[in-house]
């Protein structure tokens, strides 16, 4: 079995990783520019984007390391909800999500070497309407904070969501079940 590299700050990730039994693994944080060209879908965004994590990673593993690195964003309509940049943008964004549904994408890229696999991720999530009171509660929660849309799932947001279709871990931050198949190829086996 190979070394594995999650490229990824997110506590998220690394606690999903470990969900799934993959507990030997290293982290590292590579500063990757995650700009990304005009008029791509919110798939060839992430994607793009977990590429360039994937590149930049390059100078911080070994070459036979196998590197899982992600990148998730929140859309809604055409708007890419990023993480909040205070307490009004985040109260800013869970206004627009009220009562609406948006969609979750997350690109992957698992590279050892040059051998490089790519995937993404969709899930349309649905918010129930809320309150000025219920969105200003869970800002001051400071749960929403570091999370793309302003919300997350696996905690007290889980109070604001009405349904998904798709992938929940994917609204975590990394679809599992495709990544296990990702790294079956590089001779990674979780199950």
């Given amino acids: 079995m190979y070394h594995v590299v999650l ?5 998220r990730r690394q ?8 507990t030997a693994f290293d982290v590292v944080a590579p500063h990757a520019d995650e700009t990304y060209p005009a008029g791509l879908s919110p798939e060839a ?16 593993t070994a070459p036979e390391d196998v590197v ?15 993480k909040p940049r205070d307490e009004a943008d985040a109260l800013r964004m869970l206004a627009a999500l009220s009562g609406r549904r948006h969609t979750v994408c997350t690109g992957v890229t698992v590279r050892r070497g040059d051998k490089l696999k790519c995937f993404t991720a969709s899930t349309d999530v649905y918010f129930r309407e809320l309150t000025e009171r ?3 509660a869970y800002v001051a929660s400071g749960e929403p904070m570091d999370k793309a849309g302003a919300y997350g799932i696996q905690g007290l947001g889980a109070l604001l969501v009405e349904r998904i279709d ?4 994917n609204v975590m ?19």
């Fill in 15 to 22: 606690e999903l990783l470990r969900r799934v039994g993959l």
């Fill in 166 to 169: 798709g992938d929940f871990f």
């Fill in 134 to 136: 219920e969105r200003r």
């Fill in 173 to 191: 931050g990394m679809p599992l079940l495709p990544l296990a198949r990702a790294l079956e190829e590089f001779g990674v086996t979780l199950l």
């Fill in 68 to 82: 899982v690195t992600a990148d998730t964003m929140v859309f809604l309509g055409g708007e890419r909800l990023g």
């Fill in 7 to 11: 490229a990824s700050a997110s506590p």
């Fill in 45 to 60: 965004t992430v994607a793009h984007i977990a590429r360039a994590k994937a590149e930049a990673a390059r100078a911080l």
